[in-house]
């Protein structure tokens, strides 16, 4: 489930998960989210993924698609956020 997943990102990277799922744009908000879509996004679909993380449509995650890259490259603790998380889900 996504939300099961925006969970473990927002634990592991110390974000309020309810805050995450809000409309703010902080940083740390926008990279649990960009992370969540991505490893989320091919099984779950890109519908039903925005649906999960409070997103109007599809669209939102698409861009999050864009920057996850640049994202990874930028942000240690989102990478090792990521990749704890990856590891754990098995996505």
Known sequence: DVRDVLKMV???MCVDYNSALSKKRGRT???CRIITAWLCKDRIGLQKTAAA?????????IHYQRVFNELMEKNEKALLAYQDVKIRTGL
């Open 29 to 31: 908000l926008t990279a």
């Open 10 to 12: 927002c634990d592991n």
């Open 53 to 61: 993380l409070g997103r109007t449509n599809h669209t939102s995650v």
